[in-house]
């Protein structure tokens, strides 16, 4: 039995992962309805089965190149404290069992202030992994435009 389970998704040429403890979904990718004046990793919304559920931009977060996403990239759907987040990726490439020796503490030199959400690093299939915390993963800034995001659509009856 596997020790960690971490859910390993594409962004550009990197491999990321969240633990799969988080993880509501994985769905394909559909229209984002943007939002003016929303924090900057905030790409719009989306209406899946009825909730409306923010979008965050990763490529933004992690201050990559700007590119489009493929055709065939997904939102990892993944359940906050008080709300949902989508997070749009190139592709998941699947859920992975890791046992305890190959995880490990991320590097003090790579997790400084404001990368707080780079969890761990972990050995798949040879290959390193750095784990995103969704804990932390939004700012102050960015937290509170997702919960206002979600409070707009409770107070908004369904058409």
């Known amino acids: 039995m596997a020790d960690f389970q971490p859910v390993v998704f594409r962004l550009g040429d990197e491999r990321y992962g969240i633990n799969i403890s988080y993880v509501n979904a994985i769905e394909r990718t559909q229209s984002i309805v943007r939002v003016p004046n929303s924090a ?3 790409k719009g919304i989306i209406n899946l089965r009825g909730d409306i559920i ?9 201050r990559m190149t700007d590119s489009d996403f493929p055709e065939d990239s997904e939102f990892i759907i993944i359940d906050m404290e008080k709300n949902k987040i989508a997070i749009e990726v190139d592709g998941v490439e699947g859920i992975h069992n890791a046992d305890e020796e190959s995880i490990h ?7 400084g202030t404001g990368v707080e959400y780079f969890d761990s690093v972990v050995r798949v299939n040879d290959k390193l992994v750095i784990i995103i915390d969704p804990m932390e993963l939004l700012s102050e800034k960015e937290l509170k435009a997702v919960e206002r995001l979600a409070e707009e659509n409770r107070k908004t009856p369904n058409r």
């Open 40 to 42: 900057r990793s905030i």
């Open 54 to 62: 923010p979008v965050v931009d990763l490529r933004t977060k992690f």
């Open 105 to 111: 503490d991320m590097p003090i030199i790579a997790k």
